[in-house]
């Protein structure tokens, strides 16, 4: 247990930062349980001095004895009453201060995982394991560690006291715990495994539910509401089916340790009772035991549960430590930052693949400063390409160098810095045009951001809405047009300012008349920059080398520098003039 926790702490990043409330709650726990000691003693001390003698004492001495000890009763419940505030609300802030620490923590984490390595994982199972299994995970700090030493801490002092009264009795009475030790242990391992099936069964249905809210169009006019309906309850069921087959297992592990209580009095009786008629023990002594019994078993009853549960929550950490343990971007630290002069990219005996589909293999291409035109079929790599050569994928062997340094050995922010990139699938963010634009470079200033826009062609289409730069784009700029979109994602990408732009698509939804302007804009750019544009319309009347992967790819050892041919309006590996 102690091990699971210092391995979940160091993993999650929590160590320390507890220990003062775990410490008060253990305090208040432990002054909860020795007050609930005094109630038995005190009925022992009514019944055996004042209501079995009532004949030997004096009647009002007997009602100033009852009415001192009932004082006494009154201020040890006002006094558990606090305690149990206390620690009801310090347990509440602790689980919730704890579960806030572990997401924020697995965000960043996540930020700095590999693209390749997050997509492993659905979106929306992140998004529940984020959500769900952090408050079952978090209970290993803030619930079981106090349940656990309050716990041993509770059953102390009760079975001290039974041995002190009659310790022949408190063995036989002790004696269910062995069973109960064994029982706990077999259902914590079953339970182990119902929780994870649950936990995955409910990020499918997170992952349904994000993937359905967003193709909600396509729904719409494909009439897809029945099909819908359809996948969800096939989603729903295997969370229904989970549920109820765990349902089952805690029933009949709690109908098990109902007994708990039960056999202990049974023993207690059959045992105890004789006792009492034969005289061995007093009747105050079997009340009071019957009492520390109840007291004993409750821990007992919290410790055995406490496995099962401790069980639960490991289904739990174990998927957020899959997450933890996705592959790192940077792994190796102070590594030399790149510095861009002449901007040219060489790509070297290239191999790439998606699982089994190889995409480049001993693939060479060489880009220099200027327009770069990267074209090919669908799928013939083009994305690949660009994503490689921001070091968003990896490669699998060879190299990509910028201006002779191998990408794989620099700093990868230095990387990314000299790196402005337009994505194939536009991205915007929910806020406004401005901050979309200016999270391209998050230190620019307002004019940057109006230069940057006015040169995507940006810049009039903005100013003529009603709230201008301060408009909201909505979900993923569902607010724009699709050619708007692709224009502020540009700006965005020419406020950075970088050496090396690469732009995905570019134009694709953008009209002619502002295409023309665009080009015009990143020819101008391209004198000191090297510019990648892959796509599938080569602008009229600009120059720059063309690169076609359905040839480079087939013919692997050739490098498209060495090919380089004045003849415009062909494809291939040729430079336009
Ligand atoms: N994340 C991925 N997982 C698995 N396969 C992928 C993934 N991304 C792309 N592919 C596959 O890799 C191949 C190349 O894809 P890529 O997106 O690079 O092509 P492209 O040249 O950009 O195509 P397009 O012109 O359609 O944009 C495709 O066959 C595609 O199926
Ligand atoms: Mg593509």
Known sequence: MIKRIREYQKTLNVSGRYQRYLILLIFINAASMIFSLI????????????????????????????????????IVFAIS???????????????????DDIRSDLFKEI??????????IKSGDIVSRIMNDVVLSQELISTYVVRLISGIMGLILPLVIMLTLKWDLALICIMPTIFYSVISWIYGNLLRD????????????????????????????????????????SVGSLYRDASIDMSKTIASYISISSLNFFVPIILLLWVGGRMTLEGTITIGTLVAFSTYVTQFFGPIRDLSNLWPNIKRSEAAFERLREI???????????????????????VKDLAYSYNNEQIFDNFNVTFDRGLNFLIGDNGSGKSTLLHLISSIYKPH??????????????????????????????????????????????????????????LANAHEFIIKLPQGYHTQVGENGMKLSGGERQKIALARAALRKSRIMLLDEVTSSIDEKSKKSIYAALSNLSKDRTIIIATHELPQGIKGGIFDL???????????TAHLAPSPGEFGPKRRE
Not at 111 to 120: D, F, P
Not at 216 to 230: A, H, I, N, R, S
Not at 327 to 343: A, C, K
């Open 550 to 560: 359905n040839d480079l790819r087939v013919q692997p050892s050739q490098t498209a």
């Open 397 to 454: 062997s060879g190299r990509i160098e910028i201006d002779g340094k191998d990408i794989s050995e620099v700093n990868i922010k230095s990387l990314r810095k000299n790196i402005s990139i337009l994505l194939q699938n536009v991205q915007l963010i929910d806020a406004t045009i401005y901050e979309n634009i200016s999270i391209g470079d998050l230190n620019a200033m307002e004019e940057e951001v109006i230069e940057a826009a006015r």
């Open 81 to 99: 009453a606090v305690a149990t505030y206390l620690s009801q609300y310090i347990s509440g802030k602790l689980s919730a201060t704890i579960s």
């Open 111 to 120: 930020n700095l995982k590999r693209l390749a390595a997050i997509y492993k």
């Open 324 to 346: 933890v343990d996705l592959d790192l971007e940077n792994e190796i630290h102070n590594r030399e930052g790149l510095v861009v002069t002449q901007g040219k990219i060489v």
């Open 39 to 74: 109630n038995p003693l005190v009925l022992k001390r009514l019944i055996d001095n004042v209501f079995s003698s009532s004949g030997d004492i004096d009647k009002n001495v007997g009602i100033n004895i009852l009415n001192y000890w009932l004082a006494v009763l009154v």
């Open 194 to 233: 119902k929780q994870k099936r649950v936990l995955q069964a409910t990020g499918n249905i997170t992952s349904f539910l994000t993937e359905s809210l967003s193709i909600m169009p396509l729904v719409k006019v494909f009439c897809l509401e029945d099909y819908q309906k359809g996948r969800f309850a």
